[in-house]
């Protein structure tokens, strides 16, 4: 079983080159269990951001990630960095749930990655298959932590829209656009050519965040609106979202149009497809 494992991970290297890190792990992993004597079928990982503690007998996938993150907060960014980067960690959550997930290449130049991070923005990737309400639970799966009736199967958050793919977000852990009414909201962020974050997006953010500066969005007391609301009979009203410390997600719909305060913002993307 281990000669297979390792076997497998040559030919996706070979034949899919962009696999190349996630190949490298899965033999790294194979060849680390073997010397133990050891190949569990799967992956007995606890997952808070991604994640925060990996058994002793994955010191690989642990030292990967950790390099990752350590390359991705120190180094200048690049296209190849950032690719490198997100196919790490996709490829991390992808096994925590027995899936796949595809990171396309990366859309931004090397000048608009600078141009982002001195802004105070940071880029993100969302897969396909984990942008909707109806796989929403999907991302509970991966960051069990968040705890919130938002990601359960039958939830009853939806988004305005579902984009996927490449995203740049605002990083900075207090929120953005305080201050402003639902209308003054979006107004600003169509002058500024964006739109507010989905809550898929929003949860990929903050465990991001988690994962790159061990603090999530909004830990500290603030709260933004969102491009999804929940359905209801009567009226459908714009969710605001936050995170708590301890990696719970709130989501809650109780927010007036015209409420505005220093502790209520937005969070927008502009999103960039491969």
């Avoid at 990996?54 to 996938?61: A, F, L, Q, S």
């Avoid at 959550?93 to 982002?116: I, M, N, Q, S």
């Amino acid at each position: 079983m281990i000669q297979e494992a390792i076997g497998l991970s040559e030919r996706i290297e070979k034949k899919t080159p962009k696999f190349k890190v996630g190949a490298q792990i899965l033999a790294d992993v194979a060849k680390s269990l073997g010397r133990q004597g050891l190949l569990p079928k799967k992956l007995p990982v606890e997952v808070h951001a991604l994640p925060p503690k990996v058994p002793k007998e994955m010191p690989e996938i642990k030292g990967s990630l950790e390099r990752a993150v350590a390359e991705f907060n120190t180094r200048p960014h690049t296209p190849e960095l950032i690719n490198e980067t997100f196919e790490t960690i996709w490829y991390v959550r992808g096994r925590l749930v027995g899936l796949t997930f595809e990171v396309t290449p990366c859309p931004y130049t090397k000048e608009e990655l600078a141009d982002l991070k001195a802004e105070g923005r940071r880029v993100g990737f969302l897969p396909p298959k984990l942008a909707t309400q109806q796989v929403r639970h999907r991302l509970g799966e991966i960051f069990p932590k968040m705890q919130s009736h938002s990601i359960h199967k039958d939830n009853l958050v939806t988004n305005d829209e579902d984009p996927s793919g490449w995203f740049d977000y605002e990083a900075e852990i207090d929120a953005p656009y305080t201050n402003t009414t639902e209308e003054q909201l979006r107004d600003k962020l169509e002058e500024d050519e964006r739109r507010l974050l989905s809550l898929n997006q929003y949860i990929i953010a903050g465990q991001d965040s988690k994962l790159f500066t061990e603090k999530y969005l909004d830990e500290t007391g603030t709260s933004v609106r969102l491009g999804s609301r929940k359905q209801d009979r009567d009226k459908d009203r714009v969710v605001k979202a936050y995170f708590s410390k301890d990696g719970d997600l709130h989501v809650v719909w109780n927010l007036g149009e015209r409420v505005s305060n220093p502790c209520i913002g937005g969070r927008s993307f502009r999103v960039r497809r491969a």
